[in-house]
């Protein structure tokens, strides 16, 4: 049960600090310009505490899940809360003041400081902490069951031991794929070794296009080794983009129903981080980057749709550049409508993977 409860925090941090660092870029990027910024939270919520510095109010909230940042004449429809007053004696400099192409800037900085934290991540996970170099020893050990495969659903979790598959005695890792290319897609009776315990666990392989062969989704122990910094540097640079050209791919393969489970919300981030819980500090900290590498670029992706919905960073510029064209401005009711539009669209994703993360579960920890 602590380990689930250190996994909830693990999981509020790492998304916390990735949406501050989202709002950050908002944030600096709009002072830049002088734009007046009323406020900078972390967390949303009741306050928990304030300091004003410069007219501009930081703020520590309650709910400690991302954070936000009020900047002037910039609606801030969910936050409930109408235009905040300028300090006494101060001059508003309000967003729809500024030139079209700041405009811009300042909206997307959030999702492209999303890319550059991503790049740091990826660097200091290659020279400080080290990558998967080889197997730490040729014992049938998991180390890891990847979210949403078979073997994840099935409740298979870090440390077990595999002993047998479908009758086949497994003495070292390398017996494993080959037992699994043996079955094809059939059902597998999968024995393990769980302390003093024996399980017995029934996994239906997939076939993973990459690879070219089938999958139950499991990992063993590797040695993480650490490369030089302009070998780091080169890593950094092109692993982001790596992540995003999976994202693409994994959603083609959900729209074509070819893999489940591949998107996770919070729920779902929280199990796999009670994963990490079972590892090695340097592993758990190689997970943790690993994910937040993928978060990063998710969300560079998700807020630059360029959807007309202001509740998207894309979807405010594309309104931008309507506006610019038709040298027009849209009402506040077109506005507040597209924004309607957009949280219900965001609301039913959430619904959607909600219920995915609950299902994968489930499944988790009653399948098999």
């Known amino acids: 049960m602590s380990s689930f409860i250190n996994s909830i925090w693990m999981m509020v941090l790492t998304l916390s600090v990735l949406v501050v ?16 910024v009323h406020e900078f939270s972390v967390g949303f919520g ?52 500024i030139a079209y192409w700041k405009k811009v800037l300042v909206i997307a900085a959030g ?25 730490e020893n040729d014992q049938p050990i998991v180390m890891l069951a990847s979210p949403g495969s078979p073997a994840f659903e099935v409740g298979i979790r870090p440390g077990d031991k595999i002993v047998a598959i479908n009758e086949q005695t497994i003495r070292k890792w390398m017996d494993i794929p080959a037992a699994i290319q043996k079955h094809g897609n059939r059902k597998l009776k999968v024995v393990i070794q769980r302390g003093q315990e024996r399980i017995t666990k029934y996994v239906v392989p997939i076939y993973n296009k990459f690879e070219k062969r089938y999958i139950i989704g499991i990992e063993g122990v ?59 500090l340097n592993q758990v900290l190689f997970q943790i980057f690993y994910l937040a590498i993928q978060i990063n670029m998710f ?32 009402s506040a009711d077109q506005k507040a409508a597209a924004q309607m539009v957009g949280m219900i669209g965001v609301l039913l994703l959430g619904a959607i993977i909600f219920y995915s993360d609950v299902m994968m579960t489930i499944k988790r920890f009653f399948g098999g």
Not at 66 to 87: N, Q, R, S, Y
Not at 234 to 248: L, V
Not at 305 to 314: F, I, S
């Open 111 to 135: 999702p492209l400081f999303n890319v550059l934290f991503g790049i740091i991540l990826a660097f200091i996970m290659a020279a400080v902490i080290g990558l998967p170099a080889k197997m």
């Open 46 to 97: 009741p306050l928990i505490g304030k300091i004003n510095h410069n007219g501009i109010q930081y703020s520590l909230r309650w709910v400690l899940l991302g954070g936000f940042c009020k900047i002037a004449g910039l609606d801030i429809a969910l936050e409930g809360e109408t235009e905040a007053p300028a300090a006494e004696g101060a001059e508003v400099v309000p967003f729809h003041s």
């Open 222 to 280: 590797s040695t993480l080794k650490t490369i030089p910094p302009d070998a780091a540097l080169q890593f950094a640079f092109s692993q982001p983009w790596a992540y995003t050209k999976a994202i693409f791919t994994t959603i083609k393969m959900v729209i074509m129903r070819e893999v489940k489970g591949a998107f996770m919300g919070p729920v779902g981030m929280t199990v796999i981080m009670e994963q990490y819980s079972h590892l090695p």
């Open 299 to 330: 969300l560079f992706l998700f807020n630059m749709l360029p959807l007309p919905l202001p509740l998207l960073d894309g979807g405010w510029i594309v309104i931008m550049t309507l506006e610019k064209l038709l040298r027009r401005e849209f």
């Open 21 to 36: 660092v989202h709002e950050f870029g908002h944030f600096i990027t709009a002072r830049l310009f002088g734009v007046t």
